[in-house]
Every structure is written in C-alpha cells, then in structure tokens.
C-alpha cells in the first residue's frame, strides 16, 4: 500500500466484487445452510470476493493477482457451460486485468518505500 491516488477503475472494480461477492454471498446463503458441501465451498469463493475487493481498495498488490485468478477461474468455469459464457468471462477477466496493472495502477499497488 502506497500514497499515491487510487485510479477510478480499481475503485469500481473493487466495488463490484465486493457487491457480487455480498450479494452472491446473501442470495445462496440457504443453499450454504442446508449441510451441503458443495454450497459451502462457493460460498467461501463469494467471501473471497469480498476479501479481493476489500483489499483492493487498500492498495494490497497480492489483491490484483486474486482478482484476476478469481475471474480466470469464472472462464473456466464458464467454459464448461458454453461459447457463450465462456467469451463474457474472458472479456470481464482481460478488463479487469487491464485495469488492475495498468500503468496507473501499478503505481497505486507498489510498496511504499519508508526511510
């Protein structure tokens, strides 16, 4: 985490995962409930999320690396669910890719360097 202004994209990109991880997390949260194991491992993926976005907003460089392999596991998984699916979660991960080690944001996840 560093001094240096956070850019605007990091900002939303943060936000979003913060919000699909709640709300992925509120709307299952039964499933999770009902003693099956499966249920339990996605919700710990949208708390995940959650976690991501978080830290993203602080500035933790190993943020921006989870949240790219986050959305790389979404295209796999989307794969095997058709073309379709599969070419939105790779143009939402390259986006967020893009974002996250832009220029800009390089400068925003590099470490402070203290005297």
Request: charged share 10%.
């Amino acid at each position: 985490m560093n001094g240096s202004k956070r850019p605007l994209s990091v900002t939303v990109i943060a936000l979003v995962y913060i919000a699909v991880g709640a709300i992925g997390f509120a709307y299952h949260w039964n499933e999770a409930l009902a003693a099956r194991w499966d249920g339990v491992g996605i919700e710990a993926i949208r708390l995940l999320a959650i976690v991501c976005g978080v830290f993203l907003l602080r500035g933790h460089n190993w943020a921006r690396w989870v949240a790219v392999a986050w959305m790389a596991f979404h295209v796999v998984v989307g794969a095997l669910h058709g073309v379709g699916q599969f070419a939105v979660h790779a143009l939402f991960c390259a986006v967020i890719a893009w974002c996250v080690f832009s220029p800009a944001s390089a400068r925003f996840f590099r470490p402070r360097v203290t005297a």
